[in-house]
């Protein structure tokens, strides 16, 4: 996945382009810059990669899905449905906004199952965010019926699927607003930064606000700009823009190789009844960042990952006992271990979280391996670790 891996002279040519004029923000200072937008470039090459007609750049992925939940009305009190397998940042993003986490369960394609969005639903709910984790989705027809029905917000997190598309539309590009990560291990990388994306003209311009003060980017003398309404600072800088801007240009290049290696490793696992693979809904492609795979059990799927590290096979994951992104380990946020007062809606959800039955979830992440799906490798290293990943396994059934 990570963009990083492959990195060099374009890269170099856009940063110095901005070090050259020494604008390194990305509003005002017209005469300085030489023409120079690297932030406004990079939102028209994602309009095109994303088939959307407005994409706000902002400082990471995290502050995109704030930013996202911000732009269209969600705040204090409001419910937002999520998955228990995500990254931290999905539930940061929402409690930033003084809104309520509701975690549910996933179901074998990873991320939410619409059963359990349904059965979560309340008065309350404002949005449901899936998480297109390790570059695959949900069933996102289901999932958007269920938020038509209910006249819910469909937001998707699609930080890790940068690449894939359902139906022949972009990941991100399918809910009501969609967001991006382009952090140092994203498929492209901008060092920091992130983007949301939407088709709705008003969502776009909150966004576009929010992220910079609540500047309006009327006129061009931002002293004399006016605040419709209150801001924070989300801005990406013109440095980290410009690095993103080389690399949207590659990503058909790395989709292709992740593809080219999940391939290969895919094929080679296949031989293996006791291995299956992650579903994907009909109509869906996946962006090849990570091959995901099932085994019988907990037990199975701990020793894989026990005879992995044994034969030299890193950037596998079992994400049941994970810190970062599976519920079990999230003692902080069940606890609400926060530095300063949180309400007492928020922490009586949080606290409920702590005897939720998450089983289901359970029973997919215990066996779940997830592979992180590598640029830099050579395709002979690929063959070789697709055959000591084939040993590993068979020698832990
Ligand atoms: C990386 C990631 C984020 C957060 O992105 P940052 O740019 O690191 O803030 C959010 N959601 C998912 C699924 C991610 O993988």
């Not at 990079?42 to 007609?53: I, P």
């Not at 269209?72 to 995500?86: L, N, S, W």
């Not at 984790?133 to 269920?146: R, T, W």
Request: negative net charge; glycine residues 8%; aromatic residues 10%.
């Amino acid at each position: 996945m990570p963009g990083f891996e492959l990195f060099g002279d374009q890269e170099r040519k856009e940063v110095n382009d901005v070090l050259d004029n020494g604008v390194l923000m990305r509003y005002g200072f017209d005469g300085m810059r030489n023409g120079h937008w690297k932030a406004k470039s990079l939102e028209a090459e994602l309009e095109k990669t994303f088939h959307s007609k407005y994409v706000q750049l902002v400082s990471s992925g995290t502050a995109a899905v704030s930013v996202a939940l911000a732009s269209a009305g969600v705040g204090a009190g409001d419910e937002v449905i999520m998955p228990t397998f995500t990254f931290v940042a999905s539930f940061e993003a929402i409690l930033m906004l003084g809104a309520v986490p509701i975690l549910v369960d996933i179901d074998d394609t990873l991320t939410l199952d619409p059963k359990a969005v349904e059965a979560a639903i309340t008065q309350r709910t404002k949005a449901v965010m899936i998480v297109q984790m390790c570059g695959s989705m949900g069933d996102l027809d289901e999932l958007q019926a269920i938020c038509t029905k209910h006249d819910l917000l469909f937001v998707e997190d699609a930080c890790q699927a940068i690449g894939g598309s359902y139906q022949g539309k972009p990941l991100g590009s399918i809910g009501d607003l969609g967001c991006f990560s382009f952090d140092f291990v994203k498929t492209i990388t901008c060092g920091e930064g992130g983007a949301v994306i939407t088709n709705n003209k008003d969502y776009y311009l909150n966004a576009d606000h929010y992220s910079d003060h609540g500047h309006d980017h009327e006129g061009n003398d931002r002293g004399a700009e006016t605040h419709p309404f209150l801001g924070y600072n989300f801005r990406i800088s013109e440095l980290n823009a410009a690095v993103g801007l080389a690399q949207v240009k590659r990503l058909p290049e790395f989709i292709a190789l992740q593809k080219k290696h999940y391939t290969i490793l895919r094929d080679a696992l296949s031989i293996i009844p006791e291995v299956t693979f992650r579903t994907v809904p009909k109509g869906g492609i996946e962006s090849y960042s990570f091959l995901n795979f099932f085994l019988p059990n907990l037990d199975v799927s701990t020793r894989v990952s026990e005879a992995f590290k044994e034969h030299g096979i890193d950037v596998c994951w079992n994400y049941y006992n994970n810190n970062w992104h599976y519920v079990k380990k999230w003692h902080h946020l069940k606890e609400s271990k926060s530095l300063y007062p949180l309400s007492s809606e928020i922490k009586d959800a949080l606290s409920s979280l702590k005897t939720k039955d998450f089983s289901q979830s359970d029973h997919y992440i215990g066996r779940n391996i997830s592979c992180l799906i590598k640029l830099s490798w050579t395709e002979a290293q690929v063959h070789e670790r697709a055959s000591k990943m084939v040993k590993a396994i068979k020698m832990s059934l």
